[in-house]
């Protein structure tokens, strides 16, 4: 068994907002505005297993901050061009692609990012950046062709203790992680990771099991797991 370590060579999105003032609006006293301008990138880290990731779903969240109560929350597809009438003062954008981080999921990167504290003032512009990045650790399995023809029913399960997710051949193994797609991706919220991999030739009868560890993985990194 060999595990070879990857960091992903980008996977990052870019979220340009600029506060800007109220030209030409009527608006209510000591009140700012936010123009979004959303751009998106996803560098070719993505495997052959997957697609580029749909970024119309990520949430978006406009909350004050310093005492502004001001909060306000939208898809990225939605997000509007313009928001006027929001009162000066202090605000922090915040984008997320999953309401809840999953445990252990196939292909499904965990994208996340917030701006530094930036203020809304009448008459002024100022540019904000949000970079999101990867929150989860990513693993594929690449059993050789030999293992793959000499084996009646194997099983690879890897689990970071709160998720589990499952490669095998066995028709008795189902569910959301399970798959019998060896090419898929699985994501990992980060912790140590123990992978176990079982075996069974019925032309001998015989089984085997082999056990393994990744006790220090984190956000962004890429592990192959080659058999």
Not at 39 to 61: M, P, Q, R
Not at 163 to 183: A, F, H, R
């Amino acid at each position: 068994i060999r595990i070879m370590k990857n960091i992903f060579k980008a996977g990052l999105i870019s979220v340009m907002l600029v506060v800007s003032s109220c030209n030409e609006k009527v608006v209510l006293d000591n009140t700012g505005s936010v123009s979004l301008e959303l751009s998106e990138f996803i560098d070719t880290y993505i495997t052959k297993a997957e697609g580029d990731v749909n970024t119309d779903l990520f949430k978006v969240l406009l909350v004050g901050q310093n005492g502004n109560s001001f909060s306000s929350e939208w898809y990225m597809k939605d997000v509007p061009s313009v928001i006027d009438n929001l009162p000066s003062g202090d605000y922090k954008v915040l984008v997320n692609s999953h309401e809840e981080e999953p445990d252990a999921a196939f292909d499904s990167p965990v994208y996340a990012g917030e701006t530094e504290v930036f203020s809304v003032e009448v008459g002024k512009v100022s540019p904000v950046k949000v970079v999101c990045s990867i929150q989860n650790l990513k693993i594929t399995v690449n059993p050789s062709q030999s293992f793959l023809n000499e084996l009646t029913v194997y099983a690879i399960t890897i689990t970071n203790g709160k998720g589990t997710l499952s490669w095998t051949n066995d028709p008795n193994m189902t569910g959301t992680n399970v798959t019998n797609d060896i090419t898929k991706a699985g994501y990992f919220s980060v912790a140590p990771l123990d992978i176990t991999i079982t075996g069974y030739r019925e032309v001998s009868q015989k089984s085997a099991k082999w056990e393994g560890k990744i006790s220090s993985p984190n956000a962004r990194d890429h592990y192959d797991v080659s058999i």
